[in-house]
């Protein structure tokens, strides 16, 4: 089993993959924080120590949390993708220099992307660092699916 | 390392689990096709370049765009439990033929869910590609659980 | 391959990824569930066998649907992770009673989240063990980068 972690490539792959899973990982704290922040919750049991009509005013929803959790939803919709194709990939046997490429192309534009995000940058810049992460990850899917292709 | 990319049945998980990344994925550039097609964004900074009416008129919700987010939502609940038990279920080394038949019915069911949703096929066709998809990733959880059980 | 599947550690994290894995995906049939008793439909197709007045009144949005959703989504937020970076982790050679800790505390925790979510019980204890499972997923994240770093 220690070979799987003695590989440079694999190496590499669980490094990215612990970095950009910790970053998707945080925007679970975010959105606490600007519940807590703007008072926008969404379970009666969060606002159980507050007077009614506090209650009943901080049970909805805030732009900003709404932006938040968009941006989680995003992540796992491409980070979650990344990581199961990269594994897959690493195990292909790239080179390094090409693998680290991948890796570090798609942990770039994934932090950009949710500063992009959350700061609400206009556009291009979250659309265009969106694309470049889905074209890493579709790089890689390339990868394997022409190295162990069997239907 | 090589030597996993040398067995078959785990040259046949890769391939189809990088089918249903693949077809997971796409539904991202569905929604923002519909997105525009329909004129329904939800951030500011993506109505930046348009009228303060025509802003106001596309920070919206719309049905098609909403159905495309559910069926993404709803490929993320069950492709992502798919790939990460199969990759499991593919160490356990079973038979090529059985590991294919469940392969290769998730991928169907799967494809055949997502013609379902976004094409608003009568029920019960999406409900029983959803059930079947849950079925096949509950027989590879259960043979990975009679195999290595240790608790 | 057989390799893998014969180290105690790794057996472990398949035996509980397998576990926390079933337990998300129980969330889906469950919303099913809630969907049917509670008359809280999102598609038109879900409903055609019904008169066009009740048609309308269950095309809507029920709290109860809502709550199991939203806990669903915190699954995938949370176990996801867990399993990629615990497979991560588990390759990292770990003691098996530390690797057998953090597997224990993490199903425990979402297990418990899921009671406390859908019972809706008084706070903190969703929030307890939301951040309970979460310090796990950091603790393996951790061992993961400080083995293997390569930037």
New interface residues.
């Given amino acids: 089993?220690?070979?799987?972690?003695e590989?440079?490539v694999?190496?590499?792959f669980?490094?990215y993959?612990?970095?950009v899973?910790?970053k998707?990982?945080l925007?679970?704290?975010m959105t606490g924080f600007y519940r807590h922040a703007r008072g926008a919750f969404?379970?009666?049991?969060?606002v159980?120590g507050k007077s009614a009509e506090e209650k009943k005013k901080q049970l909805r929803t805030h732009p900003d949390v709404?932006?938040v959790r968009?941006c989680?939803?995003n992540d796992?919709?491409?980070i979650?993708?990344f990581?199961?194709?990269g594994?897959?990939y690493a195990?292909?046997?790239p080179e390094l220099s090409s693998a680290l490429l991948h890796f570090r192309l798609f942990a770039g534009s994934r932090i950009f992307h949710t500063v992009a995000y959350v700061g609400?940058?206009?556009?291009p810049s979250?659309g265009l660092s969106?694309i470049l992460g889905?074209l890493v990850?579709?790089s890689m899917?390339y990868r394997?699916?022409s190295?162990?292709?069997?239907?």
Same sequence: chains 1, 2, 3.
Avoid at 1 to 5: I, Q, S
Avoid at 120 to 123: F, G, M, N, R, S
Avoid at 147 to 151: A, C, K, M, S
Wanted: glycine content about 4%; hydrophobic content about 55%.
């Fill in positions: 089993m220690a070979g799987l972690m590989d440079e694999f190496k590499a669980s490094t993959a612990a970095i899973i910790l998707m990982m925007m679970g704290p969404s379970n009666e049991e969060d159980s709404e932006r968009r989680h939803l796992l919709e491409n979650v993708p990581v199961m194709v594994l897959l195990l292909t046997g609400a940058l206009p556009q979250r969106w889905m990850t579709f899917a394997v699916l190295t162990v292709l069997l239907l």
